[in-house]
């Protein structure tokens, strides 16, 4: 079957991906504590502020090179900390419309993988579930499985993770759901 067969199911999928991804962060606690805030957040923005740091993730302490990290030094500023992954936004108001249009292109893109597994997998007319498997499980490994190389790289918070995974396992059900129905017979 070719993806042009599955233009529908792919384009609402997404567009139904969005909608549950909109009311689970806006009409839900669902994630309300997952960046609290700072101690003493005034002075650390009144300390680093005036270095105009660019936008960009960093990381500190940082070495220049590789053989840098066995010095006294540098393993003196682990030991002292603050040891951070600090990603650095823009100054400005937070503005939502660029990350919602490319929140609903990642979901297209990720609708067009299950689409492409499950189109190779299963012939038309199949049962709903047999789509239903594996247009997921294609859907759950673009919108979960990668979250956990940020809890086991950089410590990114277990609740924080498990959180997104529980997300991308909805947001996984939801396109299923959408190429189950729509799949053509």
Known sequence: MSLAALWLPILLSAVF????????????????NEYPKLPDE???RS????????????????CSAMKDMNSPEFKEKFDKGP???????PNGPITMGKPL?????????????????????V?????????????????FVG???????????YNRSL???IRGTIDGLVYACVTAGTFGWLWPS
């Open 101 to 121: 249009v490319l929140w609903f292109v990642y979901s297209v893109v990720v609708s067009i993988f299950a689409a492409y597994v499950a189109s190779r997998a």
């Open 83 to 89: 040891i951070m992954v600090l990603t650095v936004l």
């Open 47 to 62: 300390a680093v502020g005036p270095l105009a740091i660019p936008p960009g993730d960093y990381m500190v302490p940082r």
């Open 143 to 153: 919108y979960a499985l990668a979250l956990w190389q940020m809890a086991i790289w």
């Open 17 to 32: 991906v969005f909608i549950v991804s909109s009311l689970i962060h806006m009409a839900t606690p669902w994630h309300k």
């Open 123 to 139: 012939p038309a007319a199949a049962h709903y579930l047999a789509v239903f498997r594996f247009a997921g499980v294609t859907a």
């Open 159 to 161: 609740a924080t993770t």
């Open 42 to 44: 005034d002075r650390f």
